[in-house]
């Protein structure tokens, strides 16, 4: 059995969602990319998000063009993937306005990479809370050929806006 199950499918909690864009925004307001992690399960070729991790501290840079999450904060963050028994499914991220929802070569190049690992770049620094999955640019991490770019459709197919109760978002570090 894999570490890593093939994952086909995310269901994101629309709390989730909105606590997501809530944090991006956060950042985005002082012209700075914002994140948010995504904790929950994989079972039968579905990843469903059960909670929201934002990060707070010397361990995350956020800049215009630039977030670096410090291994540390990581470490962190995974301890409170193992305390309640998920594992980290995906993430999504902001590029400010007028930007490419494509990821970055060092989005690509140091961001988080193990199988069916999911990740967003949401428009316009977070500031459009209207926004969707399939209006991102929706990426899956894929072995032996890295990320890859859903297209529109399959993302509106694949990733999905579901009513689960979630707990409130979990602050790491700071």
């Known amino acids: 059995m894999s570490k890593f199950p093939r994952v086909d499918r995310w269901h994101i909690p629309r709390s989730v969602w909105s606590a997501s864009f809530d944090e991006m925004a956060r950042d985005g307001r002082e012209g700075n990319e914002g994140v948010a992690l995504w904790l929950g399960q994989r079972h039968d070729g579905i990843g469903t998000v059960s909670n929201v991790v934002v990060l707070r501290g010397p361990g995350v840079v956020k800049q215009p063009a630039f977030l670096e999450i410090s291994s540390a904060l990581m470490n962190d963050v995974t301890d409170v993937a193992i305390e309640l028994g998920a594992v980290l499914l995906g993430q999504i991220h902001a590029h400010g ?18 199988p069916s690992y999911l990740s967003l770049v949401a428009p ?29 459709h399959d ?17 790491v570090g700071g």
Do not use: E
């Open 124 to 152: 316009d620094y977070g500031l459009r809370p209207d926004v969707l999955p399939a209006d991102c640019g929706v990426h899956v991490f894929m072995p032996n050929i890295g990320f890859v770019r859903l297209s529109d």
């Open 155 to 171: 993302a509106a197919q694949r990733v999905t806006l579901v009513d689960h109760p979630v707990a409130k978002p979990i602050v």
């Open 97 to 114: 306005r007028g930007w490419s929802i494509d990821l970055s070569y060092t989005d690509r190049t140091y961001g988080i990479a193990h």
